[in-house]
């Protein structure tokens, strides 16, 4: 990972620690990932509610508003991460046959999921990225984006 990635990962780190509410942190933690990163123009976390499987719920985001508060699995970029549970990067959009358009500027899109104790571990949440630059994330991104959501498991 290139140093700036490994400074803001150290970044994160700092923001998720704290007695705040989870929230407030995950919320601070996109604020601070649209800031240092300039193709990261819509930062959000999608969360599993126990009481309702298989549905997405929108939690603490940045960037423009969203219809889409609920996403049901396998649905869109971000239902299919949660039924296959891996990361997906999509360079270009229009390319994407089930995505669901939350904005007419986004270009490209990246999200990872959240899981308990791993991969192979049950779907706990998403980080979803979107950017309006066409195909601007590389191997780094990929991999600071899901070492914040190796960071973020154990609090959930």
């Known amino acids: ?8 990962l150290h970044k994160v780190e700092g923001l ?8 407030d942190r995950l919320q601070r933690v996109c604020e601070l990932l649209s800031d240092e990163v300039s193709y990261y123009n819509w930062v959000g976390f999608y969360m599993v509610e126990p009481e309702t499987p298989q549905v997405l ?19 869109g970029i971000c239902g299919t991460v949660a039924e296959t549970k891996r ?20 270009a490209a899109e990246i999200v ?5 104790g791993g991969a192979d571990g ?3 949440g998403e980080l979803d990225i979107d950017s309006h630059t066409l195909a601007p994330y590389t191997d780094d ?3 600071l984006v899901e070492a914040i ?5 154990p609090l959930l």
């Not at 990972?1 to 803001?8: G, V």
């Not at 360079?91 to 669901?100: F, G, M, P």
């Open 112 to 116: 990872a999921p959240i899981l308990r």
């Open 141 to 143: 991104d990929v991999e």
């Open 87 to 106: 990361t997906m990067v999509v360079q270009d959009i229009s390319k994407v046959t089930n995505y669901i358009s939350c904005s007419h500027m986004v």
């Open 57 to 75: 719920f929108l939690g603490p985001y940045l960037g423009d508003p969203t219809d889409h508060e609920r996403i049901e699995f396998g649905v």
């Open 16 to 23: 998720l620690t704290g007695t705040d509410p989870l929230t």
């Open 1 to 8: 990972m290139r140093s700036e990635f490994t400074e803001l």
């Open 149 to 153: 959501c190796a960071l973020i498991e």
């Open 122 to 124: 049950a779907i706990l």
